[in-house]
């Protein structure tokens, strides 16, 4: 496993699964929006994150769940920046920006983020990839079908892991041609974005095919409503279904998972590393 070279930051990956926790600064995330619109609550929770093991803060003001509209600029920023460096100055943590906006980057990594989270792959905004290969920040190309407007309306593959593999694969090596490095670059198979529940189990049955494309790959299951439909639970009962899916996407061999629930996903990660080390 490569590290993963983020600005100044270099994530050694082949030490341990690293752990990235969610924070949404949105007032209608699927499970946490409206809890961190306040930077002061935003930090602290950051902080406690960090304390339960975060390796990386992902900073989001723009919710991506299925049908969500788009949010200005202004108002993305508004909500991101005084959070990214709050997050940034004052836990040390490695922070990453959730956007799809050159504009909405290049303000979050001046500010101290030195990853950008692209649910797009780069491919909404022709300034992202430049904004990327100048500042030197890691980058996760994540595999959505569609947009988040549209994505959820019948989504088909013949072959999902084969296709999304194919897809990120043609995107990474793309970013690689404008001058992204491959060691700055993450594939993510985007859990949620343009799949059905049996899609999303296909490809976290299916990891390893993904993980064997020579990246480090990053996954987000976390209280998705895969979970929810395969238990039938509401997002506040996807604890358990997120440990199961966490624990196969790791054994499968990813580098990097996505959670809300820090702390316990830590010893989830933890246990599963531990088995797999066994003789
Ligand atoms: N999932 C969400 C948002 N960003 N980024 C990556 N790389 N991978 C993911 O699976 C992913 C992501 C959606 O989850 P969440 O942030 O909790 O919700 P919302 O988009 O409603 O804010």
Sequence with gaps: MRDWHCGERILNLSQRVHIMGVLNVTPDSFSDGGLYLHPARAAERARTMVAEGADIIDIGGESTRPGAGDVPVAEELRRVLPVVEAVASQTGAVVSIDTTKAQVARAALQAGAVIVNDVSALRFDPDMTPTVRSSGAGVVLMHMLGT??????????SDVVGQVRASLLEWAHAAERAGVPAER??????????????????LIKRLGVLCAAGYPVLVGPSRKSFIGATLDVPVEQRLEGTFAAVACAVAAGAAIVRVHD?????????????IMGAP
């Design 148 to 157: 988040p407007r549209t994505m959820q309306q019948h989504p088909t593959y």
């Design 185 to 202: 670059i993450v594939l993510d198979p985007g859990i949620g974005f343009g799949k059905t529940r049996q899609h999303n189990l296909s």
């Design 262 to 274: 820090v702390g316990q996903m830590v010893r989830v990660v933890r246990m599963v590393e531990a």
